[in-house]
Each structure stands twice: as structure tokens, then as C-alpha cells.
């Protein structure tokens, strides 16, 4: 069985750019999360979106986005980029049911210049 | 306010030694998980510990969920450096809840394991 993929998996843009990116989850699954990892905060929950419905949201600011299409996979959108955006962005998937159990994909390294 | 407190930050360790990973929250949850991590990877999934004081062993690992269901602990035995990562915690929705989509992860710890 595949596991989760994400694209690309290094982007480096300039402050006030925007940026997509890209899940593809594990076949079947139907829940796929976002996070972000960052030194100094550690993995922080972006949102959760589940048969093309946000579920949850963490507190992140407007400027991210997602959304998700009828074959699950799933896209994050990043507008006016700032410096602090700059973190690994971890796709994460799941069946949505309890546990709850999430699988990750490898992530994407995004650095704001 | 961090909701899950993960202790030791830091842990660099000979190998053969054992050590125990604790992640301490005020609140119950639903169920546990634990993951390891490896520079420039994502998280892999090692257990999820649902039931209070479930135990649950992988290999030299061994997870314990607490009673309460408001902690847990990661003990690694006879410690390997391919052991070596970051071990994170993150809870599943609190017990009632419905947040279920999210996970709250703890800070981390880096071990190192030195040959």
C-alpha cells in the first residue's frame, strides 16, 4: 500500500508570494490533516478536512487555507507570505474514525526569504 | 499553553542503557499516540494506547497509558543507536470531545543514542 505523498518537497519563495501544496493520502482514507513544524513551537495543527468538508481548524491565521477533492487528496494554500511561515508542513492521513490514527507524509520544506 | 508536557527535552544516552520517555497532561484523552521522527522525515506512527493502564510492547519498546488517561511513558530497554530521533506524544480528541481530526502534540525529545 502506498504511503502518503506530499509535493514538492523543497520550495523556497520571497515574502509576499503565495505557495500550494500538495497530499495525496494513503488509498481509502478519507481525513487528511495539515501541521506545522517549526523549532520553536514544535508540530502546531493547521486544519482537518474530511470528505471534502474542513472539520476542524487550528489558530492559524486566514492566510492558510485548504481544501479537499472528491479522491481525498488535499491542497494547502499559503497567501502573503511572511518570514515566519518558514517550517516543515506535514501532511498527515487517516480514516477520520477514532483512535484517530494519523500516518505522515515525508513533508514540505518551505523557506520564505 | 502547552497541553501536553513532554519530559526529557534532551536525552543523549550510551548504548545498552534504558530510558524512559513521560508525557504529562491536566487533561484526559480519548487515546495516546506515539511517533518517532528522523531529520527531514515525517513522523512514523510506533503505538497508540487507548485503554487506562494499557501497556503495550514493540520490540525493546514499551508504552504504558496512565489510569487516568492524562499520561504516558515510552521506556526504551537496552537503547540502540538506531534508536536515535525524536519521540513525540500527541493525544487524540479529550475523552467527550469531538475534535477528533486533530492531534496535540507534545515539545519532543531528541535521543541520541552514542555507540
Known amino acids: 500500500k502506498a504511503g502518503v505523498t506530499q509535493t514538492p518537497r523543497y520550495l523556497i519563495k520571497t515574502r509576499g508570494q503565495q505557495v500550494t501544496l500538495s497530499c495525496s493520502p494513503i488509498s481509502g482514507h478519507r481525513s487528511v490533516s495539515w501541521y506545522q513544524q517549526t523549532p520553536g513551537q514544535g508540530l502546531q495543527f493547521l486544519f482537518e478536512?474530511?470528505?471534502?468538508?474542513?472539520?476542524n481548524k487550528g489558530n492559524f491565521p486566514g492566510r492558510f487555507s485548504g481544501r479537499q477533492f472528491s479522491n481525498s487528496r488535499s491542497e494547502m494554500n499559503v497567501s502573503t507570505l511572511e518570514l515566519g511561515d518558514s517550517a516543515l508542513y506535514l501532511c498527515a492521513s487517516s480514516t477520520g474514525l477514532r483512535p484517530n490514527e494519523q500516518f505522515f507524509g515525508p513533508g514540505t520544506r518551505l523557506t520564505v526569504l | 499553553t502547552q497541553l501536553l508536557e513532554q519530559s526529557p527535552q534532551f536525552l543523549s544516552i550510551q548504548e545498552g542503557e534504558n530510558l524512559t520517555v513521560y508525557c504529562n497532561s491536566s487533561s484526559v484523552f480519548s487515546s495516546l499516540q506515539w511517533y518517532r521522527q528522523e531529520p527531514g522525515e515525517g513522523p512514523v506512527l510506533l503505538v497508540t494506547v487507548v485503554t487506562g493502564g494499557e501497556v503495550k510492547k514493540l520490540k525493546r519498546l514499551t508504552f504504558q497509558f496512565g489510569d487516568a488517561r492524562k499520561d504516558s511513558s515510552l521506556h526504551i530497554t537496552a537503547a540502540q543507536p538506531g534508536d536515535t530521533g525524536l519521540y513525540l506524544c500527541?493525544?487524540?480528541?479529550?475523552?467527550?470531545?469531538?475534535?477528533?481530526?486533530?492531534?496535540?502534540f507534545g515539545q519532543g525529545t531528541i535521543l541520541t543514542v552514542h555507540p
Open positions: 478536512y474530511f470528505s471534502e468538508t474542513q472539520r
Open positions: 500527541a493525544a487524540a480528541e479529550r475523552a467527550g470531545g469531538t475534535s477528533y481530526g486533530k492531534l496535540t
